[in-house]
């Protein structure tokens, strides 16, 4: 009770149709996204993916713009180097979705459909993570401090080489044996469909085990991903838009990085040092004031020079294979 009353007081007192546009805003272009756009379920070529990409990136650009006249220069940039870093973030994301695909062997016509509705989940899961995060760092402040430790150990782990492989077997994953448990799953997929009426019951497909994984997947994300955006603005509004903007450009980014993720080879680095610098800015914010400007910086700098390198620094035989 005392948490849900500290989630409602740290919200900006902002009129209830800037939430309610918003999310029907978004609400809309989902549904044009599925409904419209793609009637007919297909491999989603380059092209196409490309021009989505533009799209949601557009769209997010023309809301930061929104954010800065409405809202002031401080907040809009705090928008903009969150949506920068969760869509760097969500490279990885692209990665374990290549794995998972490969993995389940999910035809090509049917991976927009998993994914899509994947990150219908993630919006609802994202926008009820931050606002409880937000909530908490309003109430309980030193939780920043447990954040930014948590932020500098996982990007020092992320900088540093491993061999270890993500792990998508369905019988390893709780939420897959505890559906199993209570839900029949057939045998082979049926022709996309989630759900299918089998011996006189419904019972699920294989493709809605594979969006279990990738819905189970993006929690275990979030959790490296909220601290990072909690990071750069407490702001609640702006926290939740720039996150959902970054995970709705998702789907198009996986179709577009799908078969090219080798040439960012060094992206990983550089979003391991923004990591610990958004850490260490959160452990020392109490003596020293980054300013967002500055993390801005930092962060578009970083940015640019690990895709420069990638694309500049030739792959060595090892790199390549």
């Not at 092209?47 to 949601?56: G, Q, R, S, T, Y």
């Not at 990072?228 to 609640?236: C, E, M, Q, R």
């Not at 020392?284 to 020079?305: F, K, P, Q, R």
Request: with cysteine.
């Amino acid at each position: 009770m005392q948490l849900g009353l500290a989630i409602i007081d740290s919200l900006p007192s902002l009129p209830w149709w800037a939430w309610t546009g918003f999310f029907a805003f978004i609400s809309v272009m989902l549904a044009l996204d599925l409904g419209v756009f793609r009637r007919g379920s297909h491999e989603v070529k380059m092209k196409e993916a490309l021009i989505w990409c533009a799209v949601w990136a557009g769209l997010a650009l023309a809301f930061n713009g929104l954010v800065y006249y409405w809202r002031g220069a401080e907040l809009g940039q705090q928008f903009l180097a969150a949506y920068l870093v969760e869509l760097c973030l969500s490279v990885d994301n692209v990665f374990v979705f290549i794995i998972i695909f490969s993995y389940f062997k999910v035809d090509a016509r049917w991976q927009h459909l998993v994914l899509f509705w994947g990150i219908v989940g993630a919006v609802v899961l994202r926008t009820i993570f931050i606002l409880v995060g937000v909530g908490v760092l309003a109430r309980f402040h030193w939780v920043i401090y447990i954040f930014g430790a948590f932020l500098v150990y996982t990007g020092v782990k992320m900088a540093l080489p491993s061999k270890d492989e993500v792990d998508v077997d369905p019988n390893h994953n709780a939420a897959v044996r505890l559906f199993r448990r209570f839900f029949p799953v057939t045998k082979t997929d049926v022709g996309g469909r989630f759900f299918v009426r089998e011996n006189g019951r419904w019972a699920a497909t294989p493709l809605f085990i594979v969006l279990i994984v990738v819905e189970t997947t993006d929690v275990v994300f979030a959790l490296d991903s909220l601290p990072a955006v909690l990071a750069i603005s407490k702001d609640g509004f702006v926290a939740l838009t720039s996150n959902i903007f970054a995970i709705l450009g998702l789907r198009s980014l996986y179709f577009a990085l799908n078969g090219v993720m080798q040439l960012f080879r060094y992206l990983k680095i550089g979003l391991a040092i923004i990591l610990v610098f958004i850490g260490v800015k959160m452990l020392s914010e109490h003596w020293v004031d980054i300013s967002t400007t500055t993390s801005l910086g930092v962060i578009g700098g970083v940015l640019a020079t690990s895709v420069l390198a990638s694309v500049l620094i030739p792959a060595k035989r090892n790199d390549a294979k």
